[in-house]
């Protein structure tokens, strides 16, 4: 049983790698198995800060063209799908700094509150997702950024192009609003 298991394991890693070669030679049909292999993880990760579906294929496209172009950069140590991630987030960063207006002049930072855990847990995942969608623009990037992909507030402010403060007001913000949403809706989720 192990064996199959180490067989299915390397066959699968091998097959990878031979996309990974034929990218860099730019050959098309390993980019198109390449794009459509990792697509579906690609696209969760684009969504979670652009709503809009054509913006989102855009940022998705233009984070693949510059992972097609650096490709060749790969080095085969380390997980490949955390490289791609890692380009097409910077390809989400750069569009949410060139469409989003922030303003640096928020400082103010609120101590964080709690959800009761009571709440949350009878939320479905779909529910939530889309009152984080709901948040403005800015602030649910910011979130995302923190929540969702672990960045410092500084590593956040570096990226896209804001004050640490302003960073961190925006997701006390985000936490503020989301919190009193799901305890808006403790009214309907009772049993």
């Not at 990037?141 to 192009?161: D, Q």
Request: glycine share 6%; charged share 25%; with cysteine.
């Amino acid at each position: 049983m192990s064996i199959a298991l180490a067989y299915t394991v390397s066959s699968h890693a091998s097959e990878l790698e031979q996309l990974i070669q034929g990218c860099i030679r730019n050959e098309r049909g390993a980019q198109e198995k390449l794009y459509r292999l990792f697509y579906p993880r690609m696209m969760a990760l684009v969504k979670r800060y652009i709503d809009h579906e054509e913006q989102a294929e855009e940022v998705m496209n233009n984070g693949y063209l510059r992972a097609f172009q650096k490709i060749g950069q790969y080095n085969f140590q380390g997980s490949f799908e955390g490289w791609l991630r890692k380009i097409i987030f910077h390809a989400v960063a750069d569009y949410v700094k060139q469409h989003t207006k922030y303003s640096n002049q928020i400082l103010l930072v609120e101590k964080d509150q709690f959800v009761q855990n009571d709440h949350a847990e009878k939320l479905y995942y779909d529910e939530l997702l889309k009152m984080v969608q709901d948040l403005p623009d800015a602030t649910r990037n910011v979130f995302n950024m923190y929540v969702m992909e672990g960045f410092t507030h500084k590593e956040i402010s570096n990226m896209i192009g804001i004050s640490e403060g302003t960073s961190k007001w925006h997701l006390s913000e985000g936490r503020r609003v989301l919190k009193e949403r799901i305890e808006k809706l403790e009214l309907h989720l009772k049993a």
